[in-house]
Nanobody
Framework: QFQLVESGGGLVQPGGSLRLSCAAPGFTLDYYVIGWFHQAPGKEREGVSCISGRDFNSHYADSVADSVKDRFTVSIDYPKHTVYLQMTSLKPEDTAVYSC??????????????????WGQGTQVTVAA
């Protein structure tokens, strides 16, 4: 059964870094798009970034691109069936629950999808002094 297991959240000081992991044990990711989302307290969940397992093409969600494109990087490790979200220069406003999601899709990724088939459980990221 396809499932996503997230890890890597925690408490970090402003300016610090974290690497979130999204693992799909036993499944190759080349037929999936993996997206990262965050949900800040009192706000709706919104997309952050996504990556194609087919060709490693990645995008940032339009709503957050200006805020994260120079600080967050998404990548795939095929042998480990894992997608990473590397976050640097973290700010208090990055505090949120971060979730990954998967969409079975093998086409050319032009932008981050809005709908996904599978979701992880989420991991808390808190940026505070």
């Amino acid at each position: 059964q396809f499932q996503l297991v997230e890890s890597g959240g925690g408490l970090v000081q402003p300016g610090g870094s974290l690497r979130l992991s999204c693992a799909a044990p036993g499944f190759t990711l080349d037929y999936y798009v993996i997206g990262w989302f965050h949900q800040a307290p009192g706000k709706e969940r919104e997309g952050v970034s996504c990556i194609s397992g087919r060709d490693f093409n990645s995008h940032y969600a339009d709503s957050v691109a200006d805020s994260v494109k120079d600080r967050f990087t998404v990548s795939i490790d095929y042998p480990k069936h894992t997608v990473y979200l590397q976050m640097t220069s973290l700010k208090p406003e990055d505090t949120a629950v971060y979730s990954c999601a998967a969409l079975r899709f093998h086409g050319r990724l032009l932008q981050c999808p809005r709908d996904y088939n599978y979701w992880g459980q989420g991991t808390q990221v808190t940026v505070a002094a």
